[in-house]
């Protein structure tokens, strides 16, 4: 992803594809086929698909990792920060918003409305995905305070604040708030995930030496599967019967996706050429691909349906999904990124100045750099 501090990641780019993929398994396969308890297949690399929700854990980290990896040594103008991510999501999401409430006459303006200046979808208020911008952009809103606190505080504060997140959880999980509901849809769950990529961050940029082994990467990659597959198994997002777990769950997600993240942009693997620059420009895309992929979707299974070719399992899902879904939706997003958030993308300016004089930039920043 390229940022208006002209930092440029292109395997950021990659994971964001692999998020916004997940996404559109999860609602793709389940537009077809609703969840059940059974796993709908034996290979447990695909519960990660099958449980695609969980691509939204990653674009969190994703944001905490890139703005930590941004701004953590260098000054931050908060009008112009907040100027950016307004640049960055509003054109596209303020199109969709409004494609939504035509196409959908029982979507209530007035309680969306309310949903926009409190940035919570508590009762469903925002339609499709539009609830996972209003946690974001409350990220984008509080990012600053956390980074100045971490400036002041160290590591250790970031530490203290996924303890109170989770600490938060424990107490309305034992009062009997519905704990799912928290944890998933809203900050008091995903903030876990923000912090894990900021501490992620952290921790790569001066002990980069410990994240370029690739063998580290495949284990941790081996075991959140493994993991994954046992919560598929045990139920998963629509029948986890032990409610409790999702005190733990977005922690477990952000942990796992800040270690991948870290990893990946520092082994020593090279892409070839056509692959990286692909899978970048696949990344590039994912913001559009996010916001377009239930539509696509729901018209290619209209389609597919009158043909007398839907599919009517997990995996002929995934297939279709893959073969005639995604390269619909890249064309169609690349319309969108082309045509509406681009021309607004070029109109953002830099956010962060010279570095804080509380925190001079060192060799060793340099080297990390």
């Not at 260098?74 to 196409?103: C, H, K, M, T």
């Not at 956390?146 to 250790?156: C, N, Q, T």
């Not at 001066?206 to 063998?215: A, D, G, K």
């Not at 100045?353 to 060793?364: I, L, N, R």
């Amino acid at each position: 992803m390229k940022s208006s501090s002209n930092l440029y990641l292109s395997r950021l780019d990659h994971l964001r594809f692999l998020a916004a993929f997940m996404v559109l398994v999860w609602h793709g396969v389940h537009t077809i086929i609703p969840p059940s308890y059974r796993i709908p297949h034996l290979l447990f690399p695909l519960s990660l698909l099958e449980e695609g929700h969980t691509g939204v854990a990653l674009f969190m980290v994703l944001s905490g990792y890139i703005f930590m990896t941004i701004c953590q040594d260098r000054e931050l103008v908060y009008g112009d920060f907040l100027r950016n991510r307004l640049l960055r999501i509003a054109p596209l999401f303020v199109f969709w918003l409004s494609l939504q409430l035509w196409i959908h006459p029982s979507a209530d303006p007035l309680a969306i409305l309310c949903s926009l200046l409190t940035m919570t979808s508590r009762s469903g208020e925002m339609p499709g995905v539009g609830w996972t911008i209003l946690v974001e952009f409350q990220f984008y809103l509080l990012f600053p305070f956390i980074l100045h606190f971490y400036r002041g505080r160290g590591l250790a504060y970031l530490f203290q604040l996924l303890g109170f997140f989770i600490a938060l959880r424990v107490v309305l999980a034992v009062v009997g708030y519905n704990i799912q509901h928290v944890a998933y849809w809203s900050l008091f769950g995903r903030m876990d995930q923000f912090l894990l990529g900021m501490i992620f961050a952290h921790l790569a940029r001066f002990h980069s030496q410990r994240f370029q082994s690739t063998r580290s990467l495949l284990a941790v990659i081996l075991a959140w599967m493994i993991l994954y597959h046992l919560f598929n198994y045990l139920g998963g997002y629509s029948n986890l019967q032990a409610k409790w777990l999702w005190v733990i769950i977005p922690t477990a997600e952000g942990a796992f996706y800040a270690a991948i993240t870290a990893y990946w942009l520092h082994v020593p693997v090279s892409l070839p050429k056509w692959l990286d620059e692909g899978l970048a420009w696949l990344g590039k895309l994912s913001f559009s691909f996010y916001l377009n992929h239930i539509l696509i979707n729901g018209a290619c299974i209209i389609v597919a349906r009158n043909m007398g070719l839907a599919p009517t399992s997990f995996l002929t899902g995934l297939l279709f999904l893959s073969v005639v879904v995604l390269p619909v939706l890249v064309a169609f997003s690349a319309l969108t990124y082309h045509l509406i958030e681009e021309p607004f993308l070029q109109m953002r300016r830099a956010y962060v100045q010279t570095p804080p004089s509380a925190q001079p930039v060192t060799t060793e920043h340099r080297r990390a750099a």
